[in-house]
């Protein structure tokens, strides 16, 4: 079968268009026939090995996977022994390690059946963003029905998923991103719009999703009503050995001394979570927009895409 494999850190020349085994389903395994794979930053921090101290568990010199990519939507084509969740031919979404292939292995905690409403490009687009929204809003944020909700980079792969959930929780939403993406976050149900390319961030906010991760700790507090919340998710600002979690570890090391309560957010995969988003997505109130769709040899070509071209929504790769 056909991969996107990679044998150093490195540009996306690093990466291969390859033929490799086919995976074959150890116990308590699932192996997936891809239909699409989303993209997303961790994508090109897999890639390059940055910051280095992710390296301390991506493998030192090399990554340990050699197979790139980390969501997916696709069909069942084999269980394991002791897998009865599910059977071939299911339609199933989630985190998949080597995702930017034909075939791959997968557990099934880390799997949901897909919603029905959905395409593959778009289930494929939900697993990693979804999961940092809702955990970033409703687990780290505690937000709660009429709340004034900021979300910084409401444009981008996270932001746009955040701006749905909150509204679903009954928040109050205030996004920003830059101007050519407010009519879409208008659209996807926040009450107002800042484009931070020409105007300055201004109200008072119980919580603020900070997904952008660009901005002084102290500019974005003077956002938060006094007992506010921020959440910071992302970044990609900082040096090469601590990248944007330089920030994030400053504000958990703040916040038992102030009374806003400053969190950083650090999602892995859980089975409640993708339930959760599973859930919300089969209801209606959670639909990623697609900025653009990739061919599976053209992926090298996607992960340059996300990080220079400030995408609105999500980037997937369509494999079949
Ligand atoms: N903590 C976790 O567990 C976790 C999980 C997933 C992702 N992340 C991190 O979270 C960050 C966002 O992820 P993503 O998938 O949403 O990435 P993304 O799709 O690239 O979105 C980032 C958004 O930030 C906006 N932005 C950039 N500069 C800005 C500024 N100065 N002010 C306001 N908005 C600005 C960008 O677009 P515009 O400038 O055009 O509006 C873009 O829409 C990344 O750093 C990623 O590594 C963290």
Redesign the pocket.
Known sequence: MKAITQDAYGTTETLSYSDVPMPVAGSGEVVIRIKAAGV???AW?LMTGLPLVGRLALGLRRPKIRIRGWDAAGVVDSVGAGVTRFAPGDEVFGTVPGSFAEFACAAPDRLQHKPVGLTFEQAAALP??GM?ALAGLRDAGHIQPGQQVLI??A?????HLAVQIARHFGAHVTG???G??TAMVQALGADRVID?TRETITGSYDLILD?????PLSEVRALLTPTGTLVL????NGGRWMG?TDRSLRATVLSPFTRHRLRA???LPKPETLTAVAELAASGALVPTLDRTFALPDTPAAIDY?ATH??AGKVVIAVA
């Not at 997904?211 to 901005?215: D, F, S, T, V």
């Open positions: 997303d930053p961790s921090h990693t963003s940092t910084i980079g444009g981008g792969g996270v932001g920003v991103c830059s050519s993406k931070y997904m952008a991760g660009n901005r998710g992302g970044g990609e944007g957010l650090l999602v996300l400030h995408p």
